[in-house]
T-cell receptor, first 111, second 113 residues
């Protein structure tokens, strides 16, 4: 069974204090790993797709990396507006398979 | 930027009643999904839909659930006889091709009394 585990469950940072969120996964034939941001009362907002080990993607203060067992979302010099829940999801196999989500990391950035 | 829209944003229904949740996917997308998120828990897959038929469904998606794409733009989820445990956020998602990311709407909060 495909599984996604995210850590920590919650993270509190001071503005400017860089850190990383972890996503460990077990999947039979990874097709893609996805990072989403979710604000309270909203749907997941797409951030990145990673397809193969060694791949990296960047967007503003966020950088996502992928190995064969885990992915990291690095947040450099975060701002209060980066506060949100960050979700990791995997898609396995071929065809129109669904996403399998982790529980997310709830990030709070304090000014 | 095109987005997935869902209505209503909040639906309150008595247990045992039928409910229909509505979604308008992004216009040139071909793959459609419903997920749900019970408060404090993971986002869970319900059903996927492509080429006017269900591609895959989870154990949650039993015979009380159905989906329909009635007119080429809307995508609906119907629950025939709601239960208390159906209370959750329901998210619709769509994507253009099978190797593209899914884009989500802001959800319908379903409250069963």
């Amino acid at each position: 069974e495909d599984q996604v585990t995210q850590s920590p469950e919650a993270l509190r940072l001071q503005e400017g204090e860089s850190s990383s969120l972890n996503c460990s996964y077990t999947v039979s034939g990874l097709r893609g790993l996805f990072w989403y941001r979710q604000d309270p009362g909203k749907g997941p907002e797409f951030l990145f797709t990673l397809y193969s080990a060694g791949e990296e993607k960047e967007k503003e203060r966020l950088k996502a990396t992928l190995t064969k067992k885990e992915s990291f979302l690095h947040i450099t010099a975060p701002k209060p507006e980066d506060s949100a829940t960050y979700l990791c999801a995997v898609q396995a196999g071929s065809g129109n398979t669904p996403l399998v989500f982790g529980k997310g990391t709830r990030l709070s950035v304090i000014a | 930027e095109p987005e997935v829209t869902q209505t209503p944003s909040h639906q309150v229904t008595q247990m045992g009643q039928e409910v229909i949740l509505r979604c308008v996917p992004i216009s040139n997308h071909l793959y459609f999904y419903w997920y749900r998120q019970i408060l404090g828990q993971k986002v869970e897959f319900l059903v996927s839909f492509y080429n006017n038929e269900i591609s895959e469904k989870s154990e949650i998606f039993d015979d009380q659930f159905s989906v329909e794409r009635p007119d080429g733009s809307n995508f609906t989820l119907k629950i025939r006889s709601t239960k208390l445990e159906d209370s959750a956020m329901y998210f619709c998602a769509s994507r253009k091709e099978s190797n593209q990311p899914q884009h989500f709407g802001d959800g319908t909060r379903l409250s069963i009394l």
